[in-house]
C-alpha cells in the first residue's frame, strides 16, 4: 500500500511538471509548434511516459491552458475583496472591474495568443464537452463580483438598473476579449494599425461604463 502511495506521488508530480513545462513552452512558441517529442524532452521523461499520462496532446494541452488561467486567477485573488476597492462608489467598481481586461492585455499578451489558437483548435477538432469541465471552471470569471458592484452602485444611486446585467455584462466581456485577441495576433492587413490598442479597449470600457452610469 505504501509503495502505491509512493507511486501515485511520483506520478502525480510527474504530471504536474509536465504540465507547467507545456504551459511555458506554449507561452514562447505557441500550442501548434510545440511538439509531444518537446514536452518530454524538457520533463526528462519519455514521450511514451507523456502519453501515458495525458493520453494525446489535446489531453496535455487542455491541462496547461487550465493551469495557466488558474495562475492568473491568483493574479487577481484578493483584489476585489480588498477594503480600498469595496469602499469605492459601486460605478467606481464596475469600471474598475471591466478595466481588468486591459490589464490582462497589457501584462498578458503572450497568454491572449495562446488563448486564441486553443479556441481554433476547440472549434476545429471534436473534443468531448466533459474533457473540457475543469477548463471552464478554472476560466476568470468577473461576472460574480461585477453584479455584486452593480447592485452596490444601484443601491448607492451611482448605477441605472438595466433589463439584464448579465446579458450586459456578457456581451462587453465577450467583445472585449476578442478585440485583445485579434490586437495580439498583430498587424495582418495592411490598412491595420493597433498603435491606439489599448485606446481601442478604453473605448468600449468607457462606453459600458457611461451607459450603467446613473446621471
Not at 511538439?35 to 495525458?54: N, S
Request: proline fraction near 3%; include cysteine.
Amino acid at each position: 500500500m505504501e509503495n502505491e502511495f509512493s507511486q501515485e506521488k511520483i506520478r502525480s508530480e510527474r504530471m504536474a511538471k509536465a504540465v507547467e513545462i507545456t504551459a511555458q513552452l506554449f507561452l514562447k512558441n505557441g500550442i501548434d509548434a510545440v511538439k509531444m517529442t518537446d514536452i518530454a524532452k524538457q520533463c526528462g521523461f519519455g514521450v511514451a511516459t507523456l502519453y501515458r499520462y495525458f493520453g494525446t496532446k489535446n489531453g496535455i494541452t487542455i491541462a496547461a491552458m487550465t493551469y495557466l488561467w488558474d495562475e492568473l486567477n491568483k493574479m487577481f485573488s484578493g483584489i476585489f475583496d480588498s477594503e480600498v476597492f469595496l469602499k469605492q462608489p459601486g460605478i467606481k467598481q464596475v469600471g474598475d472591474l471591466m478595466r481588468m481586461f486591459i490589464v490582462l492585455y497589457q501584462a498578458h499578451p503572450s497568454f491572449m495568443k495562446v488563448l486564441t489558437e486553443f479556441d481554433l483548435m476547440l472549434a476545429s477538432q471534436n473534443i468531448p464537452k466533459n474533457e473540457l469541465k475543469e477548463y471552464e471552471r478554472s476560466i476568470i470569471n468577473f461576472y460574480p463580483v461585477f453584479e455584486k458592484s452593480y447592485m452596490v452602485g444601484v443601491a448607492d444611486g451611482t448605477v441605472r438598473e438595466v433589463p439584464n446585467i448579465k446579458l450586459f455584462y456578457l456581451s462587453y466581456a465577450h467583445a472585449l476579449q476578442e478585440l485583445s485577441k485579434k490586437l495580439t495576433q498583430g498587424e495582418l492587413l495592411p490598412g491595420d494599425d493597433f498603435s491606439f490598442a489599448e485606446e481601442e479597449l478604453s473605448t468600449i470600457i468607457e462606453a459600458a461604463v457611461s451607459f450603467l452610469r446613473k446621471e
